[in-house]
Every structure is written in C-alpha cells, then in structure tokens.
C-alpha cells in the first residue's frame, strides 16, 4: 500500500514571498503520478498541480513548481509570488499509473498567506 | 458541462437511519470515486469504479455500499448510519485520456452529520 506523508501540519508567509510545502511518499511502484491539491475554505478540491513519474523535468504551473526527487520519493510544492488568494489547505497526492481514480493523500498543509 | 454534481449539500441522520449520496457526471468519464474527509485530514478512498457495472472497496469501506449502473451516475448508500460516518464526502470523477494523463474532477462534497 502507498503511504503519503505531509510534515508541515501549518505554514505561514507573507504576501509576495516564495514558500515550499513539503512531501514524500513511499511505494514500490515505478510509474505513477503525483498532485497537489488545493483546498480554499470553500472546500472545493482543485488541482494545482501534476508530475508524471517518468519525467525527470519538474512541472510548472505560472507561479507553481515541483521538485521531484524520485529516489528520494519527495514532491515538494514551491509557490512563487504568493497571493492572498493562495490561502488553503494543500494536499499531497498519490496515483498508481494503473489505477486511475484511486488517489491516496497526505494529510494536507494549512497554509496562512499574511497581507 | 455541470461537470460532478452531488446532492445534497447538507444532510443530518440518526443512527441507524439509511441514505444515499448522489453523484453524476456529464463528462463521460470513465473512472468514479467516493472519498470521505475526517476533520483535519485528507481525503481516503471509500469505493470506486472503472466504468458502469465495475465497482472495487478503497481504503475504508465499511458501512457503505455503491453500484454504478449507467457511466453517469455512481451513489453511494449508507446503510446503517454511525456517528463514525459523520464527514465531508466527495465524489469524482477522471479520465485517462489519449496522452495518458490523469485528472481527477471533485464535486463540492456533502456535508454529513450522524447523531
């Protein structure tokens, strides 16, 4: 079974600054794929971003990138530029390429964004 | 397109009562979930599908029974409400896609409270 790991129950930082919410994994699988997930007080699940296993090129999403270290099974989420809007819970995500619709999370980040 | 809808918004049992979420999708997605969310936590898996009349037990099944008979529409019955089941619950949906890519859609989540 896949476990995800998310440290940082509570980050904060101030507006415009960059913070890096943190997250590793443990699986015995070789293809799979990784996502964080927002979470605004709204709750609506939105996607931020996603990395495919196989790609050693981190994505990027405008102000949002990963760094994936797949030895290490870490997936970190750095956010450039933060905005107010950026308040929310983050959540770390799971996905065995042969599964889909199977997401195993971490137990997310509150991140304050701070005017 | 709706995208994933889920009815109701708000839903108060007593124990022992039974009832049924519901959630449809107009995106002809292949793959179905239901996941709960506990206060504080991230999502876990409850059941899902990987098309009409094909449905697996996730991480936490117990309590909970789905059928998924159409592409659209995946329910989710409780059929003896516990204090234990009282959640946020969510439903989505995903596709693979022609690259292989992954994503998965959330509705906005029924609140559930079991007294």
């Known amino acids: 079974a896949q476990t995800v790991t998310q440290s940082q129950p509570e980050m904060s930082v101030q507006e415009a600054e960059t913070v890096t919410l943190s997250c590793t994994y443990d699986?015995?699988?070789?293809?799979?794929?990784l996502f964080w997930y927002k979470q605004p007080p709204s709750r609506q699940m939105i996607l931020v971003i996603r990395q495919e296993a196989y790609k050693q090129q981190n994505a990027t999403e405008n102000r949002f990138s990963v760094n994936f270290q797949k030895a290490a099974k870490s997936f970190s989420l750095k956010i450039s530029d933060s905005q107010l809007g950026d308040t929310a819970m983050y959540f770390c995500?799971?996905?065995?390429?042969?599964?889909?619709?199977?997401?195993?999370f971490g137990g997310g980040t509150r991140l304050m964004v701070k005017p | 397109n709706a995208g994933v809808t889920q009815t109701p918004k708000f839903q108060v049992l007593k124990t022992g009562q039974s009832m049924t979420l519901q959630c449809a999708q107009d995106?002809?997605?292949?793959?179905m979930s239901w996941y709960r969310q506990d206060p504080g936590m991230g999502l876990r898996l409850i059941h899902y599908?990987?098309?009409?009349?094909?449905?697996d037990q996730g991480e936490v099944p117990n309590g909970y029974n789905v059928s998924r008979s159409t592409t659209e529409d995946f329910p989710l019955r409780l059929l003896s409400a516990a204090p234990s089941q009282t959640s946020v619950y969510f439903c989505?949906?995903?596709?693979?896609?022609?690259?292989?890519?992954?994503?998965?859609?959330f509705g906005p989540g029924t609140r559930l409270t079991v007294l």
């Open positions: 599908s990987v098309g009409a009349g094909i449905t």
């Open positions: 995106m002809n997605h292949e793959y």
């Open positions: 995500a799971f996905m065995k390429h042969s599964r889909g619709g199977m997401l195993t």
């Open positions: 989505a949906s995903s596709f693979t896609g022609t690259s292989g890519r992954h994503e998965q859609f």
């Open positions: 699986t015995s699988e070789n293809n799979y794929y």
